[in-house]
């Protein structure tokens, strides 16, 4: 089974930049992926999620307009460019791999941690 590792969180300051990596073991290309995020006391949520082409993505408001989502299939490799961070950004960062696009995922990372000091 393909597995996801997550790499690239760290303590940022806020307004500060964080890049996001997940490298699966084996192929994405067909699969849709998405980033969630899980704060402390709260749900996990939805950040970010981009089709198998990287044609089609989706924002959460929250994060619209400071985060990027992009994949490389032939790298097996999906990112996250986050900007302009914000406190309220820190979480546990993990990301997922759907049968389609908009599904469920079926597939999760362990995770990378993000915290953002104000």
């Known amino acids: 089974q393909v597995q996801l590792v997550e790499s690239g969180g760290g303590l940022v300051q806020a307004g500060g930049s964080l890049r996001l990596s997940c490298a699966a073991s084996g192929s994405i290309s067909r699969n849709a992926m998405g980033w969630y995020r899980q704060a402390p006391g709260k749900e996990r949520e939805l950040v970010a999620r981009?089709?198998?082409?990287?044609?089609?993505?989706y924002y959460a408001d929250s994060v619209k307009g400071r985060f990027t989502i992009s994949r490389d299939n032939a790298r097996n490799t999906l990112y996250l460019q986050m900007v302009s961070l914000k406190p309220e950004d820190t979480a546990m960062y993990y990301c997922?791999?759907?049968?389609?696009?908009?599904?469920?995922?079926?597939?999760w990372g362990q995770g990378t941690q993000v915290t953002v000091s104000s």
């Open positions: 981009i089709s198998n082409s990287g044609r089609i993505t």
């Open positions: 997922a791999a759907s049968e389609t696009y908009g599904s469920d995922p079926r597939l």
